[in-house]
């Protein structure tokens, strides 16, 4: 089984007692560079003699909605790895601490309790609320830094769930799937994906994604928050877009044992900066403003006046502006007037002028 995909007859083998530790090494599965690999043994080597030694801190993100699927997944020793709508253990040199988000459930902390007792048998644990945390505990995980606490994340049972969209036209047409049960390794980097947070709407951006998924996604989003059968207000979810390599923490919060390492493999350090010095790694976008910006007569493809004055106008014609698919030539020519100037009289004029025209 894949790690994240494990099937509920797996999961219900452990009775809410599955404990995943980083560690190991790369297999068969893929090609690893023999000098990547050795210094990644050397490290686990390290790691393990400081287990041994019992000098090292550990790290474990346990979720799940009940005792049959939850989990305890270790994840680097960082206050960026925490998550307002989970448990957390801490494993250290001489404190054994359970973190408790504020939308963690009551099987998360009892698996929190196990997972504790597994680490440390002899060792009792300190429960810290989330909020409530000590000075040792900061110190303990290297300082206090932002982590994923969003209203919704510290809902126990958010009302409307997180979902996961890939949208790709790698088979010639554009189509866009629902990915359930989704882990980090489902956003591909060669396509553009949607993850619904229902406050937010955002759009990962795969570095290999082409131009023209990165053109339809605007057009699926809107649509997508337009045919929305939950009947939230578009207007009121946000849009942000995020590159790869560059994920803020309120996206990363919505995914299980986030690993901020995964795509720096696929990348290296030098094309990520160079890609983030283009464009801005992380937008929030004006729907509205962008719908206009693509609608806009410079943007628009051209048609002659005999095509748009047909029956069935040319495929990408936007309905109602068919002017906009005039050359410039042609629209002076029509219209007696540049665009500019058109676009400033009030709107029953131009539609006087469409209908005489005969591009209503």
């Not at 390290?46 to 041994?52: F, G, P, S, T």
């Not at 979810?237 to 919060?253: A, C, D, N, R, Y």
Request: negative net charge.
């Amino acid at each position: 089984f894949v790690q994240g995909k494990e099937p509920q007859h797996f999961l219900q083998l452990f009775k809410g007692k599955m404990i995943i530790h980083l560690g190991g090494c790369d297999s068969g599965f893929k090609h690893v560079d023999e000098n990547e690999e050795a210094g990644r043994s050397s490290g686990f080597k390290n790691q393990q003699a400081e287990d041994k030694k019992g000098n090292r801190v550990r790290m474990y993100q346990v979720k799940g909605t009940n005792e049959y699927n939850t989990r305890a997944v270790e994840v680097e020793v960082s206050a960026k790895s925490l998550n307002a709508n989970d448990i957390f253990v801490i494993k250290g040199p001489k404190q054994l601490y359970i973190w408790a988000g504020k939308g963690g459930s009551g099987d998360e902390r009892e698996l929190g309790k196990k997972v504790a007792k597994v680490l440390e048998p002899k060792s009792a644990y300190t429960l810290v609320p989330e909020e409530k945390e000590p000075a040792e505990f900061w110190e303990a995980i290297g300082g206090k830094q932002e982590y994923a606490s969003s209203p919704r994340l510290q809902e126990e049972t958010p009302a409307h769930g997180p979902r996961l969209f890939q949208c790709s036209n790698a088979s010639g047409n554009f189509r866009v799937e629902e990915i359930n049960n989704y882990t980090q390794q489902d956003l591909i980097q060669d396509d553009v994906m949607l993850l619904d947070a229902y406050n937010e709407l955002y759009i990962w951006v795969g570095a290999g994604a082409n131009a023209e998924e990165k053109k339809q996604i605007l057009g699926t989003a809107k649509e997508y928050l337009m045919t929305d059968p939950s009947g939230r207000d578009p207007d009121s979810t946000q849009l942000i877009q995020v590159k790869q390599g560059f994920e803020p923490v309120p996206f990363t919060g919505w995914f299980m044992a986030w690993d901020n390492k995964y795509f720096q493999s696929m990348q290296t350090e030098d094309q990520m900066r160079q890609e983030l010095a283009k464009q801005n790694a992380v937008v929030v976008i004006d729907l509205k403003a962008a719908e206009e910006q693509e609608d806009s007569f410079e943007n628009c493809p051209k048609f002659t006046l005999a095509e748009l004055q047909a029956k069935e106008v040319p495929e990408g014609v936007v309905s109602g502006k068919k002017e906009k698919h005039l050359s410039k030539e042609d629209f002076q020519k029509l219209f007696g007037m540049p665009y500019e100037k058109y676009a400033t009289i009030p709107k029953w004029k131009q539609d006087n002028l469409k209908k005489k025209a005969g591009v209503y």
